[in-house]
Structure formats: structure tokens, C-alpha cells
T-cell receptor, first 118, second 112 residues
Framework: GAGVSQSPSNKVTEKGKDVELRCDPI?????LYWYRQSLGQGLEFLIY????????KSGLPSDRFSAERTGGSVSTLTIQRTQQEDSAVYLC????????????????FGPGTRLTVL | KQEVTQIPAALSVPEGENLVLNCSFT??????LQWFRQDPGKGLTSLLL?????REQTSGRLNASLDKSSGRSTLYIAASQPGDSATYLC???????????FGKGTKLTVNP
């Protein structure tokens, strides 16, 4: 079936502008994750959604970052007043959900959105 | 706080060689450990996931092991091929947390 999709694939913006990044998870996956991959920093967790539970926002680097997930499916990551240090590849992943079984726990990643803040 | 380390950062081998990629983690209370490959400009592809109750998982030419007591995981690649060239990332998930903590990866080059 279709994998995780993200849009846009590339986004160039000016410092101070707001951006929205979109993620479409695999159909039927209840868990959705956002990560950020910066040069030299590796992959960092940003936020996690599971069903109708309150999201785990513990990885968001500042209050300029927010995310929502509508209808338990599509998610949007919003960055307000972008800064140059926000430049990175933003990756979305989804999984069937936590059950202690490998197939359910495995996270499947999208191709990412490369954000460049000038 | 869990920290994941991968050594070496880069590895170059001739085609056909068997190789081992290393991953170490600081907190043994790990729930599962996942290995991924990342091709340039692409997202991550899941290779293997090992639950904390397991010691190894196999898929084709790949075998991943987990030793919680020593805080180590290895990814064994048999009979390497140029198509195996990619960056390999390991990531651990702690009990009680949903997030993955990633190492910085090992960039593998298999030379024909």
C-alpha cells in the first residue's frame, strides 16, 4: 500500500515567515511522529500523536513550533517566525500503534520536507 | 537520558565482505531497538526491530542482535553489495516513552 507522504518536498522561506509542513500517514496507522534531521545533529524527536490522546510535545524546541492532527489522520507541523536555525529536514513517521509487537511498533518514515530559511 | 552512539561514523569495504555495524546505548531499560537505512536525500527505511525480550532478528542478509546488559546492538550484513551503500541508523525506544532516540549513523560504502 501507499507509504507515508509529506509535502512539500522542499520549502525555501525567508526569516520571520511562517511555514506549514504536511504529513499523510499510512492508512490505519494510529501513531504519528515528527522528527527533525539537522546537519551534525542527527535525528531529534519533536512530537508524537496516538489516537485521541493528548500529544507528547516534549521534543518541540520552542513555542514557535506547533503541530496538529485532524481526524486522526493528516498532521500539520507549523513553524512561526522561522529562524535560520530551523533549516533542516523534517521527517514524519507513522506506526500501527504500541502493542509490544514488532509489526505494530515499527515506525515507517516519509521522504521528508527540506526546509531552508534564508 | 538515553544516548545512542554509532561507531565508526564511516566505513568502506570491498564488495562481498561480511561486516558489522555497531550501536551502543547508555540506558539498558530499552523497550526496543530499530535499525534503519537512509539513502542520500531520502527518508528512512526500516530494516529490523528487536524487542527487549529478543536477542536477535534476521531478514535476508541482515542480522541484528541486542545485548541489553552491555548496552550494545550490532547489525551484521553478509556478502555486502554496492547496493548496500547507505547510512545506517540505529534508534532505541525507552519503556514509557514513544519517541526514538537516534544515533548519528554509520555511512557505509561498498566498493565494486
Amino acid at each position: 500500500g501507499a507509504g507515508v507522504s509529506q509535502s512539500p518536498s522542499n520549502k525555501v522561506t525567508e526569516k520571520g515567515k511562517d511555514v506549514e509542513l504536511r504529513c499523510d500517514p499510512i492508512s490505519g496507522h494510529t501513531a504519528l511522529y515528527w522528527y527533525r534531521q539537522s546537519l551534525g545533529q542527527g535525528l531529534e524527536f519533536l512530537i508524537y500523536f496516538q489516537g485521541n490522546s493528548a500529544p507528547d510535545k516534549s521534543g518541540l524546541p520552542s513555542d514557535r513550533f506547533s503541530a496538529e492532527r485532524t481526524g486522526g489522520s493528516v498532521s500539520t507541523l507549523t513553524i512561526q517566525r522561522t529562524q535560520q536555525e530551523d533549516s533542516a529536514v523534517y521527517l514524519c513517521a507513522s506506526s500501527l500503534g504500541t502493542s509490544g509487537r514488532a509489526r505494530a511498533d515499527t515506525q515507517y518514515f516519509g521522504p521528508g520536507t527540506r526546509l531552508t530559511v534564508l | 537520558k538515553q544516548e545512542v552512539t554509532q561507531i565508526p561514523a564511516a566505513l568502506s569495504v570491498p564488495e562481498g565482505e561480511n561486516l558489522v555495524l555497531n550501536c551502543s546505548f547508555t540506558d539498558s531499560a530499552i523497550y526496543n531497538l530499530q535499525w534503519f537505512r537512509q539513502d542520500p536525500g531520502k527518508g528512512l527505511t526500516s530494516l529490523l526491530l528487536i524487542q527487549s525480550s529478543q536477542r536477535e532478528q534476521t531478514s535476508g542478509r541482515l542480522n541484528a542482535s541486542l545485548d541489553k546488559s552491555s548496552g550494545r546492538s550490532t547489525l551484521y550484513i553478509a556478502a555486502s553489495q554496492p547496493g548496500d551503500s547507505a547510512t545506517y541508523l540505529c534508534a532505541g525506544r525507552q519503556g514509557g516513552s514513544e519517541k526514538l532516540v537516534f544515533g548519528k549513523g554509520t555511512k557505509l560504502t561498498v566498493n565494486p
